[in-house]
């Protein structure tokens, strides 16, 4: 979607060919696409600075087939953390982040070594997905027609302690519920499991899904009545999955970039009163929730109302990233050092 009247846009690929669609959506969408993952770090950085790129941006940081050893060259004039590792690089050779002021507040503003370049409403682009679909129904789930359905269908390694006993304290305040969990094994159910009885709750209220398909996980999610988030790292793809799917969220708001994402994509589709600021409010909001028919049926509807022309809305995440890139140039070939600055809103 950038426009190639003033980008030209380079993509170098640092890890293997999956074969899958991203991939292939990479390669296709890319005016000059590179598979590098062969090559070392010098090389890499050598081929960069040969293809005489002027702003490289980062999506991988420190993690799998992240090559920062290529960034530490310095093959580009601009380098750019973006994306793909949600903390500070603590590295000379990236100038900037792409954040904004919802996920990053001022008090976490200190620990971050780059320069930050505020997108105006929210940091990234969230594409509608696709959806089977199959008319599911609760039985085919395994969840009972009655309940009320908890949806927490992160990937286990979210479930931390304090996460957890959070959603087991909703529990408790909702006696009709259910809780339902992703299970990557019996181990993870039988100590989830544990865990809930130790906290004095059935075992069978917690139900668990296995792995499927994505097409299919998404269609899952419309048969649940609340999202409950994860606090000390909060579902961002699931989070978006669940609000495309009209399923809102109910989120707890932290201090890191990490545990506060879901806030501002709820702020975005017009939920912020589903942000809460403690435990106590998480809890109250999803008792409200569950029993205030009218407030849930007010924000169901704004969620399906409001989603697609904001949080949805790529292009627009794509003229406010190109905006940034833009100024960051434009001070770059003024000769002036990096420095925080706010991205203006695109006019549509």
Not at 14 to 29: I, V
Not at 118 to 140: A, I, V
Not at 289 to 294: K, L
Request: charged fraction near 20%.
């Amino acid at each position: 979607m950038h426009d190639r009247s003033r980008f030209e846009v380079y993509v170098y690929s640092t890890g293997p060919d999956d074969g899958s669609r991203e991939r292939q959506r990479s390669e296709q969408g890319a005016d000059v696409f590179r598979d590098v993952s062969a090559f070392s770090g010098a090389v890499i950085g050598q081929l960069i600075a040969m293809d005489g790129i002027d702003i490289l941006v980062d999506l991988s940081g420190y993690t799998l087939y992240g090559r920062p050893e290529a960034m530490a060259l310095r093959p580009a004039p601009i380098q750019v953390s973006y994306l793909g590792f949600m903390g500070t690089q603590g590295a000379p050779w990236i100038d900037y982040s792409i954040l904004d002021h919802t996920i990053l507040t001022p008090t976490s503003r200190q620990w971050w070594d780059e320069k930050i370049a505020y997108l105006p409403s929210f940091y990234s682009p969230c594409e509608m997905p696709k959806c089977s679909s199959t008319d599911l129904r609760r039985p085919d789930a395994a969840l009972p027609d009655e309940a009320f359905v908890l949806c927490a269908l992160h990937m286990p390694r979210k479930i931390d302690p304090a996460t957890f006993r959070l959603w087991l304290k909703v529990l408790e305040a909702i006696p009709h519920s259910v809780l339902w969990l992703i299970s990557e094994s019996p181990q993870i159910e039988n100590n989830l499991g544990d865990a809930a009885e130790v906290f004095g709750i059935s075992r069978q209220r917690l139900v668990f899904a296995p792995m499927v398909l994505r097409e299919m996980h998404l269609a899952r999610f419309r048969l649940a009545d609340l999202f409950l988030d994860s606090a000390s790292y909060n579902g961002h793809a699931t989070t978006a999955d669940a609000l495309a799917m009209g399923l809102p969220v109910l989120t707890i708001v932290g201090s890191s970039v990490v545990s506060r994402v879901s806030e501002g994509m709820l702020n975005l589709c017009g939920l912020s009163a589903l942000a809460a600021n403690d435990e106590a409010q998480f809890v109250a909001s999803a008792q409200r929730f569950a029993n205030d028919q009218n407030w849930r049926r007010q924000l169901v509807q704004t969620v399906e109302t409001t989603k697609t022309v904001t949080l949805f809305s790529v292009e627009t995440r794509v003229r406010e990233i190109e905006k940034a890139y833009e100024m960051i140039w434009a001070r770059h070939a003024a000769g002036l050092a990096p420095e925080d600055f706010d991205v203006s809103p695109s006019v549509e």
